[in-house]
C-alpha cells in the first residue's frame, strides 16, 4: 500500500523560498496522478499543483492561479519523492501542505492516499 510522508514546512519570512518533500513508499508513484494540497484555518481545501502522466510518456503539471509563476511542482529521476518548490512566499501561503496520490487524479478525493501534512508559517 502507498505510503506518503511530507516534509520540509517551516517558518520564513514573506518574500522568501522553500522546498517541500514528498517521500513515497509501499509503491512506485511513476504512474500516478499527484498533488499539493493545502489547508488553512477557516479557508476552504485548495488543490495548489499536479503532476501527471501525459499521452507522450512524459509529466503534465498544473497550477493553481494562487500560485502560478511562484511554485513548481516535480518528482525525482527516480520517481519516488514529490517535490514543492515555493518562491515569493506571501502572508496568504501559510498553511497545512498535504501530498496525495491516485491512479487518476480525479479519485484523489475519494480513492487518494494522502500524507500527514506539514506546516508552513509565513512572516512579516
Known amino acids: 500500500q502507498l505510503q506518503l510522508v511530507e516534509s520540509g514546512g517551516d517558518s520564513v519570512q514573506a518574500g522568501g523560498s522553500l522546498t517541500l518533500s514528498c517521500v513515497a513508499s509501499g509503491d512506485s508513484i511513476s504512474n500516478y496522478c499527484m498533488t499539493w494540497n493545502r489547508q488553512a484555518p477557516v479557508k476552504e481545501h485548495e488543490s495548489v499543483a499536479t503532476?501527471?502522466?501525459?499521452?507522450?510518456?512524459?509529466?503534465?503539471?498544473t497550477y493553481a492561479d494562487s500560485v502560478k509563476g511562484r511554485f513548481t511542482i516535480s518528482r525525482d529521476f527516480g520517481r519516488t519523492t514529490l517535490y514543492l518548490q515555493m518562491n515569493d512566499l506571501k502572508l496568504e501561503d501559510a498553511a497545512m501542505y498535504y501530498c496525495a496520490a491516485a491512479i487518476r487524479c480525479d479519485w484523489l478525493e475519494t480513492h487518494g492516499n494522502w500524507g500527514q501534512g506539514t506546516q508552513v508559517t509565513v512572516s512579516s
Open positions: 503532476i501527471d502522466i501525459d499521452g507522450n510518456m512524459g509529466e503534465k503539471t
